[in-house]
């Protein structure tokens, strides 16, 4: 077998597919076994093979995957960046579920704004930046150091 005839993609087993094997009027498990035997690991599996014939018998005999209508997969914008950063500097210990909740946004769009673009995470459940710089550090090491001796100071 010829290194070319492994250099399918999805595109064109589906045509073969099509072309050679549903026109003939194979069943699926007779499909995948003939790719299976003609391209070895690279033919696709018997589940996409299946959905392939579904897909087939109905008259939808496209080929390329074509682009679906509807909603884009992000809607980050500034303004929604910005309302989460100041619910997270508002209250550090807010919940992504809780801020999803204020702003109608789901829960798992929250956590990627907040890790990617705010560049975030969760530390002792407070919400704190990922890289600190020297002065942050310094502060943060003071704050703990001062509440540190407050508690050894009155343990109640």
């Not at 909603?71 to 950063?85: A, G, L």
């Not at 500097?89 to 801020?99: C, Q």
């Not at 550090?137 to 003071?142: E, P």
């Amino acid at each position: 077998m010829s290194g070319d005839a492994r250099d399918f993609n999805n595109m064109e087993t589906r045509a073969v597919n099509k072309a050679f094997f549903f026109l003939q009027d194979k069943a699926p498990k007779e499909i995948h076994a003939l790719l299976r035997e003609t391209l070895g690991e690279h033919a696709p599996l018997y589940a996409t093979v299946k959905n392939w014939v579904a897909q087939f018998k109905p008259g939808d005999f496209f080929t390329c995957v074509v682009p679906r209508p509807g909603r884009p997969k992000t809607v980050t914008t500034p303004e929604i960046i910005d309302q989460i950063h100041e619910l997270i500097l508002g209250d550090s210990r807010i919940s992504a579920k809780s801020i999803a909740e204020q702003l109608g946004i789901s829960h798992e769009w929250i956590g990627s704004i907040i890790n990617e673009d705010l560049d975030m995470r969760t530390h002792s459940a407070m919400w704190v930046q990922k890289c600190l710089d020297a002065d942050q550090k310094h502060q943060r090491c003071q704050s703990s150091e001062q509440l540190l001796e407050f508690f050894r100071r009155d343990p109640n």
